[in-house]
């Protein structure tokens, strides 16, 4: 890039003038630059392993049994661990080892549901995320003495929202949330997208993709669909990946709901 002086009349100040852009030198540099980066806030979904033991051989023979129903499907999928059913906090070490199996079985480790401070402090030897809000706690309430008390009046109950619609045609690599409320959608879900909400479900028309409800934990919800060909349902994180539909659903009005913790699947109108 060449530059030529330039006289002005009537001032003894001189300033350079670059050639191939008529910007001034003395102006900072970064007036025309594009942002090298954005930062947004987004909904991401992650698959929760929650740990019961941590032999690695019965984490590598559960893992890789669970992925080959679906291989395609958990192929490099991101994964949250979540230590809360495991008697004590495990040190760095035996965790690194189950990043390594958890890797091994074709998926990746990416951070640890969120469990008190002790975990953060886990999650920091590892240099790891932690994630808020992955699951439900599943602590028991604890029993406290009875103490009379002045009942004050009930506040009332905020007014439920209304559901989501969704109108348009939700599109492969699309994803649809319905934060608070049941989601409804009109249109067809194509493969590669994702409904969710933290109430139902239901889709009137065909459904190709990932359809999620009860994503903060409620068990009551369900999912209901007009055309069953979906790649994932999930309520309240338990799900089933078809890479397969069963030949009675296929293409049929279907309900999911779960039953403790079974999933389970009928066409609509069937007792």
Not at 43 to 49: S, Y
Not at 221 to 245: K, N, P, W
Request: hydrophobic letters at 45%.
């Amino acid at each position: 890039m060449s530059a030529l002086p330039v006289e002005c009349e009537g001032s003894a100040v001189s300033m350079t003038i670059l050639k191939t852009t008529g910007l001034s030198m003395n102006k900072p540099a970064d007036v025309t630059r594009e942002h090298a980066v954005e930062i947004r806030f987004g909904q991401v979904g992650l698959v929760q392993v929650r740990l019961h033991t941590l032999d690695p051989g019965s984490i590598l023979d559960e893992l890789t049994g669970k992925t080959a129903t679906a291989p395609h499907f958990f192929e490099r999928t991101a994964v949250c661990l979540d230590l809360s059913s495991l008697p004590n906090l495990p040190p760095a070490e035996e965790i690194r080892a189950v990043i390594d199996v958890v890797r091994r079985a074709g998926m990746l480790s990416v951070g640890l549901a969120q469990g008190g401070t002790a975990v953060d402090a886990l999650a920091s030897d590892l240099d790891l995320p932690v994630f808020s809000h992955i699951r439900a706690t599943n602590k028991p309430v604890p029993v406290v003495p009875v103490v009379p008390v002045v009942q004050a009046a009930p506040a009332p109950e905020p007014a439920a929202l209304p559901a989501l619609m969704q109108h348009q045609p939700v599109r492969s690599g699309q994803r649809v949330y319905a934060r608070n409320r049941d989601l409804i959608v009109t249109t067809p879900v194509a493969a590669g997208a994702e409904v969710m909400a933290d109430g139902c479900v239901h889709i009137y028309g065909p459904l190709r993709g990932r359809v999620m409800a009860g994503v903060h934990g409620d068990t009551d919800a369900r999912v209901f669909c007009q055309a069953f060909h979906a790649e994932l349902v999930s309520i309240a994180g338990v799900f089933r990946v078809f890479e397969t539909i069963p030949p009675e659903l296929v293409g049929m009005p279907v309900q999911a709901w779960l039953a403790g913790d079974d999933l389970r699947f009928a066409r609509i109108g069937e007792p």
